[in-house]
């Protein structure tokens, strides 16, 4: 069972987290994150699919290839990207500095970055923060670490679980950030998930990549894809388990939790929205594909007359089957059928007779659910969203200044 747990990343054995102050943020909040582990580890990574990607995205896809890595270095404050040669370089050094500290080669450092993008990393305070990160690894970091990375989030995201694996207890534990600028392929965040399972790095990454599909790849807060997006992982094999090799049933216990882990952490983000009151599943029943009810949950989750309905309490179902409408997925209006809550709103090409007062009540609650009902198919989708508020214009309109 995933439960949140301020150990996150330093639940699992053999690893080790610290977060420090820089003086990267304005704020003189933590702004350096560090994430170690005591031993050799395989890493796998998924990241933004945006074609104008920060410079630890491409450093990082690099250390990924290796196939191992022993620590993260993540800074917020700055977001290192469209920053040219020099950001690269910057990357680059932030991993060679790190790598100079902990007595490890460069090339098993990850990098990650958040912030304003166009700015260029501070590296003297990069280079200050990274010895005082490193002085300060233990095995209760990660709640500092989950400090270190955050920006607009209003709280950390730190969650653990475990699984029995051939007799052997696996842990698996994660931090998280991520509050706007969110949308699939990557959603716009930064996810570091550590365990001890003794498992091989293609069956790592085949784990990651396909857990990413159906959790950190559902969320929308605002339709927009970030530039410096990547979930990593790192298995060191401290749990003793027979070596995950093979498509079998320890390879799906083991996938199985780190898909739970990464829905549940994924709903976070999406709760957490910037400028959020509401929290929003939208799941999408008999489609003909998983792709078409994806697109349809999307269509729904990004529109903003929906989502600004939503914070104003307005049920207004019109604004839901339009989404659907021109979403690009072939639909029968007369055969949907749109819910709120358990109150079905749309039927038969209509609006439905409902109690308002019931409908009301539903529209009111922080947690709500909608239900779209295709029939068309048998394949579905759930997708994570919230509400788009005034507050949400406030923290994008004065975002840079």
């Known amino acids: 069972m995933v439960k949140e747990n301020k150990a ?5 054995k053999g690893f080790k987290a610290a977060g420090v102050k820089a003086g990267i943020k304005k704020s003189g909040n933590p702004d350096l994150a560090m994430i170690v582990s005591e031993y050799d580890a395989v890493v ?8 104008v990607a920060a410079a630890p995205v491409y450093v990082s896809k690099n250390v990924v290839s290796t196939g191992t890595a022993k620590a993260i270095v993540a800074n917020s404050g700055c977001a290192n990207a469209c920053t040219g040669q020099q950001g690269l370089d910057d990357a680059n050094k932030t991993a060679v500095l790190a790598a100079a500290k902990l007595n490890i080669a460069a090339d098993d450092v990850v990098v990650a970055s958040t912030g304003v993008i166009g700015v260029t990393l501070p590296m003297e305070k990069i280079a200050a923060g990274i010895p005082a990160a490193v002085a300060a690894l233990n095995n209760d970091g990660s709640e500092s670490a989950a400090n270190a990375i955050i ?12 699984v029995m ?8 534990g994660a931090i998280a950030k991520g509050a706007g600028m969110i949308q699939p392929n990557m959603a716009t965040m930064l996810c570091f998930i ?13 784990a990651l990549s396909g857990t990413v599909e159906k959790s950190f790849n559902m969320i929308s807060v605002d339709g927009d894809m970030s530039t410096n997006d990547m979930v990593i992982v790192m298995a060191n094999g401290q749990a003793g388990n027979s070596k995950i090799t093979k498509d079998n049933e320890d390879y799906h216990i083991f996938y199985s939790a780190l898909a739970e882990l990464c829905c549940e952490m994924a709903k976070k983000i999406a709760a957490d929205g910037e400028g959020a009151t509401k929290f929003i599943t939208v799941n999408v029943h008999n489609a003909k594909t998983f792709s078409d009810a994806k697109k349809v949950g999307m269509s729904i989750a990004n529109s903003p007359l929906v989502k600004t309905a939503f914070f104003g309490q307005d049920p207004n179902w019109g604004r839901v089957i339009c989404a659907v409408g021109y979403s690009g997925v072939a639909m029968q209006p007369e055969q949907t059928i749109v819910k709120f809550g358990d109150i079905i709103v749309y039927k038969n090409g209509m609006g439905a007779q409902f109690d308002k007062n019931a409908l009301q009540k539903i529209m009111a609650k922080h947690d709500i659910v909608i239900d779209v009902d295709l029939n068309l198919g048998h394949d579905k989708a759930t997708v994570w969203t919230c509400d788009l508020s005034y507050e949400y214009v406030k923290i994008n309109g004065e975002y840079h200044t």
């Open 165 to 172: 694996i051939n007799g052997k207890k696996v842990h698996i």
């Open 194 to 206: 550590t365990t001890d399972a003794d498992i091989d790095q293609v069956r790592l990454q085949l």
């Open 151 to 162: 920006t607009t989030d209003t709280y950390i995201k730190s969650l653990t679980t475990e």
């Open 8 to 12: 996150g990343v330093t639940y699992a």
């Open 44 to 51: 796998a990574g998924t990241f933004t699919q945006n074609k």
